[in-house]
């Protein structure tokens, strides 16, 4: 039901992608969503840390929906997701390059590290399993915003 989050699905995907190809819903562009990507990765790596955004007594209900078949709300606004963060790339091609870079970075760090977890704002601390199970509803979620499956 969701995309698998390995490269050699991601990646034959993403490469759909142009600079113009528009967005079905939402305000992000296309090179802004892959961007976006890059950061969620991120922030599943521990290179940008985040802080819990939802009352812990939620976070039981938020992980069951995390492990539920229901997939992410077309237009959820988040405030780590915001339209006005600006384009790092001249070119999509490369914010391509800058997913596969962090995506191997993230791979690594959870093979070196099989214990770690790190916080989402809304579902808590997540551990690689469970940020690869996020990471797959993210990508089908921004690959149905873009008419890429």
Avoid: C
Wanted: glycine share 2%; proline share 7%.
């Amino acid at each position: 039901m969701f995309v698998e989050t390995e490269l050699e699905v991601v990646l034959p995907i993403l490469e759909k992608l142009t600079v113009s190809t528009p967005a079905l819903w939402g305000n992000m562009s296309a090179q802004r969503m892959v961007e976006h990507l890059v950061d969620s990765i991120r922030i599943a790596s521990g290179e940008n840390p985040q802080a819990l955004l939802i009352d812990e007594e939620k976070l039981p209900s938020m992980l069951r929906l995390l492990e539920s078949d229901k997939p992410m709300a077309k237009e959820i606004q988040v405030p780590f997701a915001t339209a006005d963060i600006p384009i790092r790339h001249d070119e999509i091609e490369l914010a391509i390059d800058e997913y596969v870079d962090a995506y191997l970075a993230f791979e690594e760090l959870y093979e070196n590290n099989p214990e770690l977890t790190n916080v989402h704002p809304y579902y808590g601390p997540l551990n690689f399993e469970q940020w690869k199970r996020l990471h797959a509803k993210h990508l089908t979620h921004h690959f149905e915003q873009f008419g890429l499956i």
